[in-house]
């Protein structure tokens, strides 16, 4: 097995999916056994404080124990002892209760026993099919992790070997790919017999297509300059990144597999992705109900505040870097050319911007100039929360000039992120203040949430009334 284990979204979503469904069972077994004693389909007050205090208990005793990891999901070794644990714990403390405060005599002996074992009972009926199904799915190769070596030289044939030699069925390879740079003639020969499939160019390309979950580079690679290059430009890819030290090193680690080390991180995977989108869906269509008002209202003042249409289209840089037409209300006057500096970048708007309108300003100063971009998150083109889209040229220069930069792009941009809640919103007229901008922007890839999605809406019109940094 590898160091560092490759593990499918699908077993992810699962262990999310159980995390949902095993306390419900157990509300579900408590009201069911409750009805049979008792004969009364809706408990009364007490029993529901106590059924609603168990769900509780066993939630957060099954994430102490980790029962939703990936060792616990496919090993009953691991799984029953915990389950049953957390289930005695569970029941040990409200019995506890129970007796502290004199109660016990109003509650049935049958209901509670019948309701601990039964669904003591349905929890290890339900993790014995899991972990047989994760097993099987994972044998036919169904849950597999695609895997693509970056690298054509006899690090990489070694490699190769040593994962043929582990015969895993979790994972893939979909190919070999060189770094771009000559390869040797003998090593090319050897790599095309065990599936070559190009240069890096064809690489970025695959990933692009969303064929590939993890590159390993496979590569010595020497060159600084070279190697943030390539670096930056696999970090606009939604993939996992590993580099894999030279394998002289197994014999320290003191274990079997491969010593890798985990570069990048694919930030969302499995249900995190349809968690994600159906918060934009569901939140953007009735934010665009409730300001259907307002939305009349500016689109009338941008009207006819100058000649030109309501809506102002520009090409942003979207998710894996590819290309998408924002939306905005237009806050300047039709014609007025982009302002570049010496190098040729286009600069942002800047304070007492002559291009903006007097209906420009107001709307860029309170952001209402971004609502249209609703219509981009129910279109699938951005996210209610990420990092803000930049135009294609900010997107070059800064790629160069910031390390990192590019993994910005590994999610969808947001109308609102967790660089703007912290202040780092509208004009950046320095190399640093833009750096802070990647900063938050990459923590953000890096330890997303679904709550944390929701704390950064319910607080961005805050933060926008705060932070008076837009022109």
């Given amino acids: 097995m590898l160091v560092i284990p490759f593990r499918h979204h699908g077993i992810r979503s699962l262990g999310f999916m159980l995390r949902l469904f095993e306390p419900l069972a157990l509300l579900v077994c408590a009201v069911i ?49 915990r389950i049953s644990l957390t289930m005695g714990m569970t029941f040990g403390f409200l019995l506890i209760m129970l007796f502290l405060f004199k109660i016990s005599e109003d509650y049935s002996r049958f209901w509670l026993i019948t309701w601990f074992l039964s669904s003591l009972l349905i929890l290890l009926t339900v993790r014995w099919f899991v972990a047989n199904k994760i097993e099987e799915l994972v044998k036919k190769g169904h849950w597999q992790r695609r895997m693509a070596i970056l690298g054509a030289s006899p690090q990489a044939m070694d490699v190769l070997d040593k994962i043929m030699a582990d015969n895993d069925t979790e994972f893939t390879l979909t190919g070999f790919y060189s770094c771009g740079a000559k390869v040797d003639a003998g090593d090319l020969k050897k790599v095309q017999s065990k599936k070559f499939m190009g240069d890096f160019e064809a690489l970025l390309a695959a990933c692009q297509k969303g064929e590939i979950d993890d590159v390993i580079i496979v590569e010595d690679l020497k060159d600084a300059e070279a190697t943030a290059e390539l670096l930056n430009r696999l970090n606009t890819q939604a993939i996992n990144i590993w580099y894999c030290l030279p394998l002289s090193l197994v014999g320290h680690l003191g274990r079997q597999g491969l010593p890798l080390v985990m570069i990048s991180r694919k930030p969302l995977e499995g249900h995190s992705v349809w968690l994600k989108r159906m918060l934009d869906i569901v939140a953007s269509a009735a934010i665009l109900l409730m300001i259907l008002p307002i939305l009349g209202a500016l689109a009338i003042a941008v009207k006819m505040s100058s000649p030109g249409p309501v809506f102002f289209r520009q090409k942003r840089g979207g998710f894996n870097g590819e290309e998408f037409e924002m939306l905005k209300f237009r806050s300047m006057r039709v014609g007025a050319s982009a302002v570049k500096d010496e190098s040729g970048k286009e600069l942002q708007a800047l304070k007492d911007d002559p291009r903006i309108t007097a209906v420009g300003r107001f709307i860029r100063k309170t952001s209402l100039d971004e609502l249209p971009q609703f219509i981009n998150v129910l279109r699938g083109d951005m996210s209610l929360v990420g990092p803000r889209p930049h135009v294609p040229s900010h997107n070059n220069y800064y790629e160069t000039l910031i390390g990192g930069y590019a993994s910005r792009h590994k999610m969808k941009p947001g109308i609102t992120g967790w660089a703007q809640l912290n202040g780092w919103r509208g004009e950046t007229e320095t190399l640093d203040k833009m750096a802070k901008r990647v900063e938050y922007d990459i923590w953000y890839t890096q330890n997303w949430s679904f709550w944390l999605d929701v704390k950064i809406i319910v607080l961005t019109p805050f933060a926008t009334l705060l932070h008076k940094t837009a022109y």
Avoid at 50 to 75: P, Q, W
Wanted: glycine letters at 4%.
């Fill in 33 to 81: 056994v409750y009805f049979i004693r008792i004969d009364v389909l809706l408990p009364h007050t007490g029993a529901v404080a106590i059924m609603c205090m168990c769900v509780l208990l066993f939630s957060f005793g099954a994430s102490t124990l980790k029962l939703y990891e990936d060792h616990a999901l496919r090993n009953l070794v691991v799984s029953v002892p």
